[in-house]
């Protein structure tokens, strides 16, 4: 079993950064791969970015390369996205996942742990 918390979402113009951690228990943190996606309203739960359990490997769609970046501290149980440049598109709420198979390296799945979510607003 994992728990995983959110925290560090708020509003922030255009342009500007925000930095999500995501704070896991339970299972030991540095053996599997953890992703963070986002929902916002009416749409479909998205891919944000995913990272290998030692670090080394990430994975981010077109829609965030460049601007987003995941990392991890293995000996803080956390895992922390920094969204810079952000867009008004990107408002959304935004959760963190581990897979259910523990799996040390994945960015399709499958997730099966996931956080309760931190709201990111971003205005124009």
């Known amino acids: 079993q994992v728990q995983l918390v959110e925290s560090g979402g708020g509003l922030v113009q255009a342009g500007g950064s925000l930095r999500l951690s995501c704070a896991a228990s339970?299972?030991?943190?540095?053996?599997?791969?953890m992703g963070w996606f986002r929902q916002a309203p009416g749409k479909e739960r998205e891919f944000v970015a995913a990272?290998?359990?030692?670090?080394?490997?990430?994975y981010y769609p077109d829609s965030v390369k460049g601007r987003f970046t995941i990392f991890r501290d293995n000996a803080k149980n956390t895992v922390y996205l920094q969204m810079n440049s952000l867009k008004p598109e990107d408002t959304a709420v935004y959760y963190c996942?581990?897979?259910?198979?523990?799996?040390?390296?994945?960015?399709?799945?499958?997730?099966?742990?996931w956080g309760q979510g931190t709201q990111v607003t971003v205005s124009s």
């Open positions: 339970g299972r030991t943190f540095s053996s599997y791969a």
């Open positions: 996942a581990a897979p259910p198979n523990f799996s040390k390296y994945t960015h399709n799945g499958p997730w099966g742990y």
């Open positions: 990272i290998s359990w030692n670090g080394v490997t990430t």
